[in-house]
């Protein structure tokens, strides 16, 4: 195993599996909160993923009983003795949490998280900005900000991209915890499974996902997004215009004659 070690602690692990890179949050006595560091890390992470065409899939795991408990308020919270206030560190940080949570959006691979234990705040965020999640029976979700004065105002953003309105609104103005059931039902995350088995069910759907092209999952990952932000006309116009270029690709020449001649196809990543 990998790992990626900042100045004070090895806050994320990195595993290869074959085609697939597997993050684990290793802050476990702080609940995996996104310190800094930590924050810092995953940036690099996906930094470095994306120019690794050996990758095809990543998952997104943690260790402890924690997947996620979102920012580090004790760090934020020491940085009030600035001579602003914090404001400046608060807004570096918030900023620098935007960026990495779109750059898994960004990412040419696929990103399926692995849920166990209670994913809130940053930590939903997290969970919402990934491609697909797999969560343990036993995972909470939450954006529980109101209850101390501070509106979950940037994990709203992937929320309410996931969930609708009302779903999200809910847990926004609420802040109660929904359960892995209720998460899966309202499209937080894509399954549940027994306890202790969601990493495995997480890299047993990355390595399904792993086995198509991994030029056809960039550009249909891409598409995706892209469209969602688009009216109707101009989604429709986006996506004539991926698929006719992605019918001029050789892995879709490949896949349609495989498909005909009722073959495995072979694929070439172009």
């Known amino acids: 195993m990998n790992v990626h070690t900042s100045a004070d602690t090895t806050v994320l692990l990195r ?3 074959g085609p697939l890179a597997i993050l684990t949050l290793n802050r476990p006595a702080a609940r995996n909160s996104l310190s800094e560091g930590l924050l810092i890390a995953l940036s690099e992470a ?3 993923i994306a120019a690794d ?26 940085r009030r003795s600035d001579t602003d206030g914090g404001r400046a560190y608060f807004r570096t940080i918030m900023t620098t949490c935007s960026a990495m949570m779109q750059q898994i959006v960004h990412l040419p691979q696929p990103v399926i998280a ?21 969560a343990s029976s036993n995972a909470k979700f939450a954006t529980p900000g109101v209850d101390i004065g501070l509106f979950c105002s940037t994990p709203m953003v992937a929320l309410s991209r996931n969930v609708s309105r009302k779903h999200a609104m809910e ?8 359960q892995a059931e209720r998460a899966a039902e309202i499209g937080l995350i ?6 202790g088995e969601e990493l495995n069910a997480a ?19 891409q598409a995706f997004y892209q469209q ?31 498909f005909i001649d009722k073959r495995k196809p072979t694929w070439e990543d172009r």
């Open 228 to 258: 969602a932000e688009m009216t109707l006309a101009a989604a429709y116009a986006h996506a004539s215009e991926v698929m006719t270029e992605n019918m001029m690709a050789r892995d879709a020449e490949e896949g349609i004659c495989a």
């Open 190 to 195: 894509n399954r549940v499974v027994p306890a």
């Open 15 to 17: 595993e290869r599996d």
């Open 114 to 134: 692995a849920v166990s234990g209670v994913a809130t705040a940053a930590g939903c965020q997290l969970v919402a900005s990934c491609d697909l999640a797999v």
């Open 53 to 78: 065409k050996t990758v095809r899939a990543v998952v997104l795991s943690a260790n402890g009983p924690a997947f996620c408990a979102g920012h580090d308020m004790k760090e934020l919270t020491a």
């Open 203 to 221: 890299i047993a759907l990355a390595k399904q996902i792993a086995s198509k092209s991994s030029y056809t999952l960039k550009i249909g990952k």
């Open 171 to 178: 847990m926004l103005l609420t802040g109660d915890m929904v």
């Open 46 to 48: 996906w930094h470095d």
